[in-house]
C-alpha cells in the first residue's frame, strides 16, 4: 500500500515517532509474552517459537529507535513486523500472529504505558507529603493566621494547614491507586473485538506482562476507554489541590506576607532590578498546574461522542497527549516538593500575624457561652461591641471593657481579671484549646501527623510492591523466553 504524501506528513509520521519513544519496550514485550504463551499451548511449535524468539532477539531495539519513517509501513508495528520477517522468514514470522490483532495489542500497550505514568505521578505526590510532613514537624508550634473569603480569621498553626494539605495528597494517592488497578487489567487475547477460536491461555500473558488480571468482554477490551478517564481525572483533581495550595504560597512569598523565602536556586533576578527575588518556580509550577488541566480537558473532549468501538479517536491520536499530560502533572508536583524541601519559613512573621486585628475573639465568645451558659448569639454580640469598644478605646483595661459590653447586651455585666481576658485573646490559648479531632493544637497535630506518616509508609510500600510486581514480571518474561 502506498501512502498520500500528506497523509506520511501529517498523521504516520508522527506517530511513527511517537511510537518508537513511548511504546517500543512494551511492544516487543507484548511479541515475547504472546509467543510464549503460544508455545505453552502448543499453537506455534517449540521448533518455531524458538526460531521467532532468535528473531526477535536480533532486532535492536536502538536502531529501531533512530530509524526514519519512510511510509513503506503504516506504523512501528508493521516496521518491527517486517524486521522480524526479513531475520526468520515470512512463513515462520507469520506465526507469532496467530490470535491476536494490532486492536488488543495497542490496548495492551496502551495499558502497559499508563500504569507506568500512574506509578511516576504516585512517586512525586508520596515525595511531596514526606517534604510536607516534615515541615509540619518542625511547625506544630508556628502560629498562622488563616484567612477566610481573603481576609484574616482565625489563628491556627503552620502544622495545622500543612496537615490539611497532606491530607488532601492522601486521597489523591488514593484516587491513584485506584486508577492503577482499573488500569492494570490485560485485555491481549481479546484481538480485534471477539476473541478467538484457539485455545489460548490470557492468564499467561497476564502473569509475563505483570497485570493483575485479564480484562473480562473482549468488546469492551478495545472499546473502552474508562480506565485512561479514570486515571486522567485522578490527576486532575490533584493539580487542581496543588494548584490552590500554591497560589497560597506565592502570596506568602509577597513582602507584605514574607512567610516564606525560596531557596536560591529556585528564584530569579529582574534583569534591571538587582534587589528583586522573583519565586519563580512555584509561578512555574501554578503555570504548569493550569497546562495539564488544560490537557486533561482536552483528553475528555477527544474522547466525547466518539462511536464505542474500535476508533483512532481514543487510540494513536490521543496518546501523545496523555503522556504530556502525566509528564507535566509530575513536573508540577516534583517542582513544589523541591522547592519547599528547602524553602525557609519566617515562624516570627506568621506568628505576629496571628496576633493582629483581634482574630482570636471567638474564644472570647466561647468563653462566654461555656463559662457563663450566656447563648452563643448573645456571645457573638458581646465579643463584637467588646472589640468596638476597646478599639475606640485604645489602653482601656480589657476586663472593664468586657463588664461593660456584657452589661450593654445582656443586662448584667460579667466579670473578668485583664490578664484573664488577655489570655482569652491569645492565639497561642486560641489553638491550645482546639484539641477537637483534626483540630491545630499541637497534641491534635502530632497525633495527626503520626497517623499521616504510618499512612505514608502504607502507601510506599503498595508503591514499591506495585513496582517490584512489573519488574519481577520482566524478568520471568526474559526466563520464560530463553526457556522456549
Same mark, same amino acid.
Given at each position: 500500500?502506498?501512502?498520500?504524501?500528506?497523509?506520511?506528513?501529517?498523521?504516520?509520521?508522527?506517530?511513527?515517532?511517537?511510537?518508537?519513544?513511548?511504546?517500543?519496550?512494551? $511492544?516487543?514485550?507484548?511479541?515475547?509474552?504472546?509467543?510464549?504463551?503460544?508455545?505453552?499451548?502448543?499453537?506455534?511449535?517449540?521448533?518455531?517459537?524458538?526460531?521467532?524468539?532468535?528473531?526477535?532477539?536480533?532486532?535492536?531495539?536502538?536502531?529501531?529507535?533512530?530509524?526514519?519513517?519512510?511510509?513503506?509501513?503504516?506504523?512501528?508495528?508493521?516496521?518491527?513486523?517486517?524486521?522480524?520477517?526479513?531475520?526468520?522468514?515470512?512463513?515462520?514470522?507469520?506465526?507469532?500472529?496467530?490470535?491476536?490483532?494490532?486492536?488488543?495489542?495497542?490496548?495492551?500497550?496502551?495499558?502497559?504505558?499508563?500504569?507506568?505514568?500512574?506509578?511516576?505521578?504516585?512517586?512525586?505526590?508520596?515525595?511531596?507529603?514526606?517534604?510536607?510532613?516534615?515541615?509540619?514537624?518542625?511547625?506544630?508550634?508556628?502560629?498562622?493566621?488563616?484567612?477566610?473569603?481573603?481576609?484574616?480569621?482565625?489563628?491556627?498553626?503552620?502544622?495545622?494547614?500543612?496537615?490539611?494539605?497532606?491530607?488532601?495528597?492522601?486521597?489523591?494517592?488514593?484516587?491513584?491507586?485506584?486508577?492503577?488497578?482499573?488500569?492494570?487489567?490485560?485485555?491481549?487475547?481479546?484481538?480485534?473485538?471477539?476473541?478467538?477460536?484457539?485455545?489460548?491461555?490470557?492468564?499467561?500473558?497476564?502473569?509475563?506482562?505483570?497485570?493483575?488480571?485479564?480484562?473480562?468482554?473482549?468488546?469492551?477490551?478495545?472499546?473502552?476507554?474508562?480506565?485512561?478517564?479514570?486515571?486522567?481525572?485522578?490527576?486532575?483533581?490533584?493539580?487542581?489541590?496543588?494548584?490552590?495550595?500554591?497560589?497560597?504560597?506565592?502570596?506568602?512569598?509577597?513582602?507584605?506576607?514574607?512567610? $516564606?523565602?525560596?531557596?536560591?536556586?529556585?528564584?530569579?533576578?529582574?534583569?534591571?532590578?538587582?534587589?528583586?527575588?522573583?519565586?519563580? /518556580?512555584?509561578?512555574?509550577?501554578?503555570?504548569?498546574?493550569?497546562?495539564?488541566?488544560?490537557?486533561?480537558?482536552?483528553?475528555?473532549?477527544?474522547?466525547?461522542?466518539?462511536?464505542?468501538?474500535?476508533?483512532?479517536?481514543?487510540?494513536?491520536?490521543?496518546?501523545?497527549?496523555?503522556?504530556?499530560?502525566?509528564?507535566?502533572?509530575?513536573?508540577?508536583?516534583?517542582?513544589?516538593?523541591?522547592?519547599?524541601?528547602?524553602?525557609?519559613?519566617?515562624?516570627?512573621?506568621? /506568628?505576629?500575624?496571628?496576633?493582629?486585628?483581634?482574630?482570636?475573639?471567638?474564644?472570647?465568645?466561647?468563653?462566654?457561652?461555656?463559662?457563663?451558659?450566656?447563648?452563643?448569639?448573645?456571645?457573638?454580640?458581646?465579643?463584637?461591641?467588646?472589640?468596638?469598644?476597646?478599639?475606640?478605646?485604645?489602653?482601656?483595661?480589657?476586663?472593664?471593657?468586657?463588664?461593660?459590653?456584657?452589661?450593654?447586651?445582656?443586662?448584667?455585666?460579667?466579670?473578668?481579671?485583664?490578664?484573664?481576658?488577655?489570655?482569652?485573646?491569645?492565639?497561642?490559648?486560641?489553638?491550645?484549646?482546639?484539641?477537637?479531632?483534626?483540630?491545630?493544637?499541637?497534641?491534635?497535630?502530632?497525633?495527626?501527623?503520626?497517623?499521616?506518616?504510618?499512612?505514608?509508609?502504607?502507601?510506599?510500600?503498595?508503591?514499591?510492591?506495585?513496582?517490584?510486581?512489573?519488574?519481577?514480571?520482566?524478568?520471568? $518474561?526474559?526466563?520464560?523466553? /530463553?526457556?522456549?
Amino acid at each position: 500500500m502506498t501512502f498520500a504524501p500528506e497523509y506520511v506528513r501529517f498523521v504516520l509520521s508522527g506517530h511513527f515517532e511517537d511510537a518508537k519513544e513511548r511504546f517500543l519496550p512494551s $511492544l516487543m514485550a507484548v511479541h515475547y509474552a504472546h509467543l510464549v504463551m503460544l508455545a505453552g499451548r502448543g499453537i506455534v511449535s517449540r521448533e518455531e517459537a524458538a526460531a521467532i524468539r532468535d528473531a526477535l532477539s536480533r532486532i535492536s531495539v536502538a536502531d529501531v529507535r533512530t530509524a526514519r519513517y519512510d511510509g513503506s509501513c503504516e506504523d512501528l508495528f508493521f516496521y518491527v513486523e517486517r524486521l522480524l520477517a526479513e531475520s526468520c522468514g515470512d512463513e515462520t514470522a507469520g506465526r507469532l500472529h496467530t490470535a491476536r490483532s494490532r486492536n488488543d495489542i495497542d490496548m495492551t500497550m496502551y495499558r502497559m504505558q499508563q500504569r507506568e505514568l500512574i506509578l511516576a505521578l504516585t512517586d512525586g505526590v508520596l515525595r511531596l507529603r514526606g517534604v510536607l510532613l516534615d515541615l509540619s514537624d518542625r511547625h506544630r508550634h508556628t502560629l498562622l493566621a488563616v484567612l477566610t473569603h481573603t481576609q484574616p480569621a482565625q489563628p491556627t498553626t503552620l502544622a495545622h494547614y500543612l496537615l490539611a494539605v497532606v491530607e488532601q495528597l492522601e486521597r489523591d494517592t488514593t484516587r491513584l491507586k485506584a486508577a492503577y488497578a482499573a488500569t492494570n487489567r490485560n485485555p491481549l487475547g481479546a484481538c480485534a473485538v471477539t476473541g478467538t477460536g484457539f485455545p489460548i491461555d490470557r492468564g499467561r500473558t497476564t502473569e509475563l506482562l505483570g497485570f493483575e488480571e485479564p480484562t473480562g468482554n473482549t468488546y469492551g477490551s478495545i472499546a473502552t476507554v474508562d480506565y485512561l478517564l479514570e486515571s486522567v481525572s485522578a490527576a486532575a483533581v490533584l493539580l487542581v489541590g496543588l494548584g490552590r495550595v500554591v497560589q497560597d504560597l506565592l502570596l506568602w512569598c509577597t513582602s507584605e506576607f514574607g512567610y $516564606l523565602r525560596l531557596a536560591d536556586g529556585f528564584v530569579q533576578c529582574s534583569s534591571i532590578m538587582p534587589q528583586k527575588r522573583n519565586p519563580v /518556580a512555584l509561578e512555574h509550577a501554578r503555570a504548569i498546574c493550569s497546562t495539564t488541566l488544560g490537557q486533561a480537558g482536552a483528553i475528555h473532549l477527544a474522547v466525547h461522542n466518539t462511536p464505542f468501538g474500535d476508533i483512532v479517536d481514543t487510540e494513536d491520536d490521543l496518546q501523545p497527549l496523555v503522556f504530556r499530560m502525566f509528564d507535566d502533572a509530575a513536573r508540577a508536583v516534583n517542582l513544589v516538593s523541591a522547592a519547599l524541601s528547602t524553602a525557609a519559613i519566617d515562624g516570627e512573621r506568621m /506568628a505576629a500575624g496571628a496576633k493582629r486585628g483581634w482574630i482570636a475573639v471567638t474564644e472570647l465568645a466561647d468563653s462566654l457561652t461555656r463559662e457563663h451558659g450566656v447563648p452563643f448569639k448573645a456571645s457573638h454580640r458581646v465579643a463584637a461591641r467588646f472589640v468596638q469598644s476597646i478599639e475606640r478605646r485604645p489602653g482601656a483595661p480589657l476586663g472593664e471593657v468586657l463588664r461593660e459590653a456584657a452589661a450593654a447586651v445582656l443586662g448584667r455585666p460579667i466579670d473578668y481579671e485583664d490578664a484573664a481576658v488577655a489570655e482569652l485573646l491569645s492565639p497561642e490559648h486560641f489553638v491550645g484549646v482546639r484539641t477537637t479531632h483534626g483540630g491545630p493544637a499541637p497534641s491534635e497535630t502530632a497525633r495527626a501527623m503520626a497517623a499521616s506518616r504510618a499512612l505514608q509508609d502504607v502507601d510506599a510500600a503498595w508503591l514499591a510492591g506495585a513496582t517490584g510486581r512489573l519488574r519481577d514480571a520482566e524478568a520471568k $518474561l526474559r526466563a520464560a523466553a /530463553a526457556a522456549l
